[in-house]
């Protein structure tokens, strides 16, 4: 029954053209469908046999969720991009590639102005090395693409309670500079205080970084991955599995912070998305 459900659809998929991407109907799924800067657009593919594959048009693969029926790519939409029609290249098995249009509305973020002294924002020469070799490397853990990739719905659980800061695309400026936008959420939590994981995932980066300080990264597998920052402890190493809810490291107030938080970051297709969207 199924199957010739399926053989029937992919019988009339070679007849026709896709139409422009639409927002797939499942509206309880998680992450939320939110096409802004910082947000996370899902385009439905369409039916097909196998899993297509979907890339962004600088070439950085896509998160491709469904079946046979039904296949959506979720796309993880940069702070820095610009409103209007953006797109991405899909790859079906025998077909050749097509790209598919969708618009990123504006979304208005908050400012924030910040005088502090001159030395404080400024780094050394030392500083600013450490700084540019961290940053390298970060790059590096950002660009993890494992197989397989997450089933079915991605809501995770909020890591640590406490108070959540709604300060995702904050836009920062100190001493009148602007400075890169807030691109995690913060939630208020005392040093010590156990993190556990949102999801199932693989530790892939653990270590102690000028910004950051104490830091986990972990892999969800098809380009999905989180990073929990400040930490005081750090129960894990690269390359261990954590269970969902399990706790992997503690609240800290490591790193250039004013206060003990955890800061709570949440990456698709290397984009730094809001954590919000998949609570
Ligand atoms: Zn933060």
Avoid at 49 to 66: F, I, K, M, N, S
Avoid at 176 to 198: L, Q
Avoid at 233 to 257: H, L, P
Wanted: positive net charge; aromatic residues 6%.
């Amino acid at each position: 029954m199924h199957l010739s459900r399926r053989d029937a659809l992919l019988g009339t998929l070679a007849l026709m053209t896709l139409p422009a991407a639409r927002s797939a109907p499942e509206a309880a799924l998680s992450p939320r469908d939110l096409h802004v800067p910082g947000g996370v657009a899902r385009l439905s593919l369409g039916p097909a046999a196998h899993r297509p594959q979907a890339r962004t048009l600088e070439d950085v693969p896509l998160l491709v969720l469904g079946d046979a029926i039904e296949w959506s790519a979720l796309v993880g939409i940069p702070l820095s991009a610009q409103p209007g029609e953006a797109r991405v290249r899909v790859l079906h098995e025998n077909r050749s590639a097509r790209e598919l249009p969708y618009v990123i509305a504006s979304k208005h973020y908050r400012e924030q102005q910040l005088k502090v002294a001159p030395g404080q924002v400024d780094l050394s020469a030392d500083d600013m090395a450490r700084y540019e070799r961290e940053r390298v490397h970060l790059q590096g853990v950002m660009a993890t693409f494992s197989e397989p990739p997450p089933q079915g719905d991605l809501r995770m659980q909020v890591p640590v309670p406490g108070r959540r800061s709604s300060s995702f695309g904050l836009r920062r400026v100190f001493n009148g500079e602007k400075r890169n936008p807030h691109s995690g959420m913060d939630i208020a939590a005392a040093t010590g205080t156990p993190v556990k994981a949102p999801m199932a995932g693989r530790v892939i980066d653990t270590g102690h970084y000028f910004f950051n300080g104490g830091t986990v990264w972990l892999d969800h597998g098809g380009g999905l991955l989180t990073m929990y920052c400040h930490l005081s402890a750090i129960d894990v190493k690269a390359g261990e599995m954590v269970k969902a809810g399990e706790r992997f490291c503690a609240v800290g107030a490591t790193g250039r912070v004013t206060g003990p938080h955890l800061h709570w970051s949440v990456v698709l297709n290397r984009a730094m998305v809001d954590p919000g969207l998949f609570l």
